[in-house]
């Protein structure tokens, strides 16, 4: 059993609110990395940027233009591509919601996340979020969409967590409906009366894009940040079941005259619609005069699922990678990510820098030009989004619950799994076997070792998530 060690959550939000007192944001200035990033473009800076992070719930690596699909049409995701950076090598912070988002939040990966499954534990009020931070930093912060982090009356709720407004679904079972009859706004439950009574008026994607626009209306003078966590293409599990066809969405265009399955022409409407109110949000800033101060992240919350019906070999939803929702493998865990940023990010490029959901948090503060808390997980990528050297952590780590304990690292080029029982790390040389098929941990012992002794010294202990068999 591995010794217990300090938990890095117990002091971050003592030291976070220590060094605001200090005047930590004073940082604005001529070290503040929007100024310098636009006065080297001959820029005048006036405002701190604003800050859109769009995430896709179990939206696969394979599922976007830009990343490879051939029939689902995303043509404003790949617009917004061509118009900023596009990661090939981003990774989700779980392979499942609540944790992925946790990691987002926060900026500890599962091995230190208060969240490491999608049990309701809640985020305790000593955790610091990275709406706090921002809110710290002058912005208002607003949430639209799925939380998953918190349950009403609990201090996880995302008001209790650093966001001035907030709309959506709290917990993930509760957003499988997109005809949902109530929905939570701060924190008060919100009537659907379209949906009463199992009527479908009212889809909930649909309420959070308008959401979404009122939000950045209302807060456009900025600086704000906006979490739009969109719920598609999640299935509607229990609609699955009961009729086999668990992608709900109100029609299924442009496929409908499509030969494939209903169940498919749903998902790849899903995908669509998606993208088609992206592209009115990107719109919608052009209108308002501040999209070339907001910097709009792109991605999804894990890999593909296999619910509701929806065949993920049918599109390809992985791509070239192994795995899917629920696997620590590449699958599983990477997935597509989109940074555009007019004035600061160079359009058009593509990065194989590897990085993760916990560098958000320090990622968005640096922009921002204030301090993150001490002792996450997560580093600042932005001199990556700059085109600039960029520094890399030395591993990226998970663990998973369902099914038994599994884990996995990513060191350099190296990529490791171990699945339950506690049994023998699989090791796979990404450079040269991208969708991992030739396990090499026999003729790399020495790499194995040290990816044991991370996979050994890269946690602690939660009560919340016990490992099974330790005691």
């Known amino acids: 059993m591995t010794a217990m060690r300090a938990d890095p959550r117990r002091t971050t939000r003592r030291a976070f609110l220590r060094d605001l007192g200090a005047g930590a944001l004073a940082a604005m200035g001529a070290g503040h990395p929007r100024a310098f990033s636009a006065l080297e473009r001959g820029k005048t800076v006036t405002r701190q940027p604003n800050i859109i992070f769009i995430l896709a719930d179990d939206l696969g690596y394979g599922d976007v233009g830009c990343y490879g699909q051939k029939r689902i049409k995303t043509p404003e995701l790949d617009r917004l591509a061509s118009e900023g950076v596009r990661f090939t090598q981003c990774y989700a912070g779980s392979t499942v919601c609540a944790p992925s988002r946790c990691a987002l939040m926060t900026g500890f990966h599962t091995g230190h996340a208060r969240i490491r499954g999608n049990a309701r534990v809640p985020l305790l009020p000593e955790d610091v979020t990275v709406a706090e931070v921002l809110r710290s930093a002058g912005y208002t912060t607003g949430i639209v969409g799925k939380w998953g982090l918190g349950e009403p009356d609990t201090t996880g709720i995302p008001t209790r967590q650093g966001f001035d407004y907030w709309f959506g679904y709290l917990n993930q079972g509760h957003a499988h409906d997109y005809y949902p009859d109530y929905l939570w706004r701060d924190e008060q439950r919100v009537e659907i009366a379209e949906n009463a009574a199992g009527k479908k008026g009212a889809y909930s994607h649909d309420l959070f894009t308008q959401?979404?626009?009122?939000?950045?209306?209302?807060?456009?003078?900025?600086?704000?940040?906006?979490?739009?966590?969109?719920?598609?293409?999640?299935?509607?599990?229990?609609?699955?079941?009961?009729?086999?066809?668990?992608?709900?969405?109100?029609?299924?265009?442009?496929?409908?005259?499509?030969?494939?399955?209903?169940?498919?022409?749903?998902?790849?409407?899903?995908?669509?619609?998606?993208?088609?109110?992206?592209?009115?949000?990107?719109?919608?800033?052009?209108?308002?005069?501040?999209?070339?101060?907001?910097?709009?992240?792109?991605?999804?919350?894990?890999?593909?699922?296999?619910?509701?019906?929806?065949?993920?070999?049918?599109?390809?939803?992985?791509?070239?990678?192994?795995?899917?929702?629920?696997?620590?493998?590449?699958?599983?865990?990477?997935?597509?990510?989109?940074?555009?940023?007019?004035?600061?990010?160079?359009?058009?490029?593509?990065?194989?820098?590897?990085?993760?959901?916990?560098?958000?948090?320090?990622?968005?503060?640096?922009?921002?030009?204030?301090?993150?808390?001490?002792?996450?997980?997560?580093?600042?990528?932005?001199?990556?989004?700059?085109?600039?050297?960029?520094?890399?952590?030395?591993?990226?780590?998970?663990?998973?619950?369902?099914?038994?304990?599994?884990?996995?690292?990513?060191?350099?080029?190296?990529?490791?799994?171990?699945?339950?029982?506690?049994?023998?790390i699989e090791l796979y040389d990404l450079a040269h076997d991208l969708a991992e098929g030739r396990n090499v941990a026999p003729e790399h012992p020495e790499i194995v070792a040290r990816i044991a002794d991370i996979m050994a010294q890269a946690r602690t202990d939660s009560p919340d998530f016990p490992v099974p068999g330790r005691h």
Do not use: C
Not at 321 to 332: A, N, S, V
Not at 390 to 397: F, G, I, K, M, V
């Open 211 to 424: 959401e979404a626009m009122d939000f950045i209306r209302r807060a456009h003078d900025g600086p704000f940040f906006l979490y739009l966590a969109y719920t598609i293409p999640h299935a509607n599990n229990e609609l699955g079941r009961d009729t086999g066809n668990g992608m709900e969405v109100p029609d299924s265009k442009p496929y409908s005259r499509e030969s494939w399955p209903q169940v498919e022409k749903g998902f790849a409407a899903m995908v669509t619609r998606m993208d088609r109110d992206i592209g009115t949000i990107v719109a919608l800033l052009k209108t308002l005069g501040i999209d070339e101060d907001t910097v709009i992240f792109f991605t999804s919350d894990n890999g593909p699922h296999r619910e509701g019906g929806h065949n993920p070999e049918f599109f390809n939803d992985s791509g070239p990678l192994r795995g899917i929702k629920r696997d620590l493998y590449e699958g599983g865990i990477r997935v597509p990510m989109i940074v555009r940023w007019p004035r600061s990010v160079k359009a058009g490029a593509v990065s194989d820098q590897a990085w993760s959901f916990w560098d958000f948090l320090p990622t968005a503060a640096e922009i921002a030009g204030v301090q993150p808390p001490a002792g996450l997980d997560g580093i600042s990528m932005l001199p990556g989004l700059l085109g600039k050297r960029q520094r890399t952590a030395p591993y990226l780590y998970w663990e998973f619950f369902e099914g038994g304990f599994q884990q996995a690292v990513r060191m350099g080029d190296w990529k490791a799994v171990r699945r339950p029982p506690f049994s023998g």
